[in-house]
């Protein structure tokens, strides 16, 4: 009875195996990269383009309207006080003028 310990790779085998690698590449940019580094585009233009007055939603879901910019702060009214959060922190605007961020 023979035993087989090793085959042979049939002719090609690297080249399908090479492609099926690209193939999973430009998958994973294509439906996890490039979406991901479009929200993180569309989330800065919404920090630097806040305005005083202008009424937001955080991240964590408070709302609240711009009061004062500090660098990289935002102070918020909310009904409570004031509260001071990072300009990465507005998730997006909102009101008439709402702009979508796509989350």
Request: overall charge negative; hydrophobic content about 45%; charged content about 30%.
């Given at each position: 009875m023979p035993f087989?310990?090793?085959?042979?790779?049939p002719a090609g085998s690297g080249t399908s195996s090479l492609i099926f690698l690209v193939l999973?590449?430009?998958?994973?940019?294509?439906?996890?990269i490039r979406p991901q580094r479009n929200r993180m585009k569309k989330q800065q233009e919404l920090a630097e383009s806040l305005q005083l007055?202008?009424?937001?939603?955080?991240?964590?879901g408070i709302?609240?309207?711009?009061?004062?910019?500090?660098?990289?702060?935002?102070v918020l009214?909310?009904?409570q006080g004031?509260?001071?959060?990072?300009?990465?922190?507005?998730a997006n605007r909102l009101g008439p003028e709402r702009e979508d961020t796509g989350t």
């Open positions: 087989v310990f090793a085959q042979e790779a999973m590449v430009a998958v994973f940019y294509f439906l996890i007055g202008d009424e937001v939603q955080t991240i964590g709302k609240g309207k711009v009061k004062r910019l500090d660098g990289d702060d935002v009214q909310i009904e004031e509260l001071r959060v990072s300009r990465r922190a507005v």
